[in-house]
T-cell receptor, first 116, second 112 residues
Framework: GAVVSQHPSRVICKSGTSVKIECRSL??????MFWYRQFPKQSLMLMAT?????????EQGVEKDKFLINHASLTLSTLTVTSAHPEDSSFYIC????????????FGQGTRLTVV | DAKTTQPNSMESNEEEPVHLPCNHS???????IHWYRQLPSQGPEYVIH???SNVNNRMASLAIAEDRKSSTLILHRATLRDAAVYYC?????????????FGPGTSLSVIP
C-alpha cells in the first residue's frame, strides 16, 4: 500500500518554542493531506485539511496562527506548532489521500509532542 | 457528515473469528465504507473498504448489508496483534478532498 512518512516520531521541546512536523507521501502524489491530534484514550480529532498549493482549512476551534500548515508540494506537508505550551502536548498524526479514484486514506506513524 | 455507530468495546478469544459491527443508517449512495485500525501509539492503518459488495483481503472481510445501512468487519482468526481500536468510517467517493472523520471506534481486546 501507499506509504506516508511522518517525522519526527517523538519530540520534546521547551515551552514557548516552535516545533515543525513533516509529513511525506513516499510513493504517491497526495492531493489532500489532513492533520489530526489525539489525546490519551480519545479518538483522532481533525485539525485541518490542506490541499497542495492552497491555504489550509482549519476545523472550528483550531487556532490557525498557532498551528501553521504548509502543503508546498504533492508529497510534503508540514505542521508547525508555534509558541508551544504544555497543553499542546499530544499525539499528532498526518494523513494523505491519493490523487486518483482511490478513496483510501493513508496515515503517518504519528508524532508524540511533549512540551516541558 | 454521514455518521457511524459502533460498540465501544469487544472481546474475543485468540484464534476465534471476530465480527465487528457498524451502523450507518444515513449513508448516501456515493459513500464508501472504510475500516481502519489503530494499534497503541501508532497511526491508523487501512484495513478494508467497500461500496456495495462484500470484500475480502488478506487482513479481513467486509460484509455489507443489502440496504447498506450496516456492515460487519470480520477477522477470521483473531491474534494478539489484532488488539486495537477499529474505526468504521464513511468516505465520499467522488473526490479526494472529503474529510475523514473518526468516531470513537471499537476497542478490541484479544484474550490468549
Amino acid at each position: 500500500g501507499a506509504v506516508v512518512s511522518q517525522h519526527p516520531s517523538r519530540v520534546i521541546c521547551k515551552s514557548g518554542t516552535s516545533v515543525k512536523i513533516e509529513c511525506r507521501s513516499l510513493d504517491f502524489q497526495a492531493t489532500t493531506m489532513f492533520w489530526y491530534r489525539q489525546f490519551p484514550k480519545q479518538s483522532l480529532m481533525l485539525m485541518a485539511t490542506s490541499n497542495e498549493g492552497s491555504k489550509a482549512t482549519y476545523e472550528q476551534g483550531v487556532e490557525k496562527d498557532k498551528f501553521l500548515i504548509n502543503h508546498a508540494s504533492l508529497t510534503l506537508s508540514t505542521l508547525t506548532v508555534t509558541s508551544a505550551h504544555p497543553e499542546d502536548s499530544s499525539f499528532y498524526i498526518c494523513s494523505a489521500r491519493v490523487r486518483t479514484v482511490r478513496t483510501e486514506a493513508f496515515f503517518g506513524q504519528g508524532t508524540r509532542l511533549t512540551v516541558v | 457528515d454521514a455518521k457511524t455507530t459502533q460498540p465501544n468495546s469487544m472481546e474475543s478469544n485468540e484464534e476465534e473469528p471476530v465480527h465487528l459491527p457498524c451502523n450507518h443508517s444515513t449513508i448516501s449512495g456515493t459513500d464508501y465504507i472504510h475500516w481502519y485500525r489503530q494499534l497503541p501509539s501508532q497511526g491508523p492503518e487501512y484495513v478494508i473498504h467497500g461500496l456495495t459488495s462484500n470484500v475480502n483481503n488478506r487482513m479481513a472481510s467486509l460484509a455489507i448489508a443489502e440496504d447498506r445501512k450496516s456492515s460487519t468487519l470480520i477477522l477470521h482468526r483473531a491474534t494478539l496483534r489484532d488488539a486495537a481500536v477499529y474505526y468504521c468510517i464513511l468516505i465520499e467517493g467522488k473526490t479526494s478532498y472529503d474529510k475523514v472523520i473518526f468516531g470513537p471506534g471499537t476497542s478490541l481486546s484479544v484474550i490468549p
